[in-house]
């Protein structure tokens, strides 16, 4: 499904993952965050739920909105710090400030203990990293189990279990535009959007309208109408 984007395109992908650049430079668990970070990201797409991997200058200019992390005209529910027990001080601000504002903040294993203000041992890193404690999980099923518990899922079909069809988000003006792969013929799938639907057909340009099984304020069940590999 492809449409004409330009400058009101938001990406609306629920789940920013921090880069853990500072935790290699600081050589504080460098290799053990790396490879947390994408760990999660594998997973993360295995189960359709859409991420991206954000550093921390973007965070730094992100700000805070309706419980959402906003940037370049992306927006994040939830922020996932990747065993970094080395952070910007930034970063650790950033995530205080949201998860205060009602933003959803994963410590997934170690807390920072260090940043490049201070060093390590700062009274203050560690005052923001013990606020953000009761965010801390100790898997990424753990972590994916606390969204589903919070925000729902995007998008999430029924019957095709832990192996979800892999789903992009994109905002485009007025509509919300799905990219969906691997969903079965038939599968009943759930978006959290509302209005009327159409397919787009990205190689001749065509639209059909389809019809919803079934709408709430909220969210949308629709029977999806192509074969897996389609």
Not at 160 to 176: C, F, M, N, T, W
Request: charged share 25%; aromatic share 6%.
């Amino acid at each position: 499904m492809l449409g004409r984007f330009d400058a009101t395109n938001i990406v609306d992908a629920d789940v920013a993952v921090m880069y853990p650049v500072a935790a290699v430079e600081a050589g504080r668990g460098g290799k053990e965050s790396v490879d947390t970070a994408f760990t999660t990201g594998r997973s993360l797409y295995g189960q359709g739920i859409d991420f991206d991997f954000m550093d921390f200058e973007s965070l730094a200019r992100a700000y805070v909105e309706d419980r959402k992390l906003k940037v370049a005209g992306e927006e994040y529910r939830v922020l996932v710090l990747p065993a970094m027990r080395a952070v910007r001080h930034s970063t650790l601000v950033k995530a205080v400030e949201f998860q205060r504002a009602g933003g959803i903040v994963l410590m997934l294993g170690d807390a920072p203990m260090a940043s490049e203000k201070s060093g390590e041992g700062d009274p203050e890193v560690l005052a923001l990293a013990s606020e953000l404690g009761q965010s801390a999980v100790r898997s990424v099923e753990e972590a994916v189990a606390r969204m589903d518990g919070t925000i729902g899922r995007d998008f999430h079909c029924a019957g095709a279990g832990a192996a979800q069809p892999s789903v992009l988000h994109r905002k485009a003006g007025k509509r919300d535009v799905y990219l969906v792969y691997g969903a079965s013929k038939g599968d009943e799938c759930t978006l959290r959007s509302t209005g009327m639907l159409e397919l787009w057909d990205p190689w001749t340009g065509s639209t059909t309208t389809l019809r919803a099984v079934r709408q709430t304020a909220d969210s949308t069940v629709v029977r999806m109408p192509l074969e897996k590999t389609e």
